[in-house]
């Protein structure tokens, strides 16, 4: 699936708001910090994408070696929080099972046992 814009992000969750009667100015302040958040996300995914997750450093000439890239920690500091303002705002993204569609020919799995190809 397709990383989604900052524009549909943000629409989406105003919208989900709306429909729930939910848009007085505390939460859409929280959408705000829902937002600063994903933009901090987004600068965190990039930073891993293009320097990985160990980074070489250099205190000098004789002083040099490999760190962990700070963006490893921080990644997903900020999706627990992003998470959190979600459930703030009593945004699921869950789907019940009994939900899902089914495909033609598809069996559903009644004992529970999830079959994950290990």
Known sequence: ???QSRKKVKDSILAALVAKGMDSPY???LVEDYMDLWDIKTK???DLQQRGPVVEWQNGANQKGLRKNDSVVE???ISKRMTDILRQLEIDCRIEIDELPQKEGEV???DGDEDIGL
């Open 44 to 46: 965190l995914r990039r």
């Open 75 to 77: 990644y997903p500091k």
């Open 27 to 29: 939460f859409l302040d």
């Open 108 to 110: 559903d799995d009644q």
């Open 1 to 3: 699936m397709a990383r």
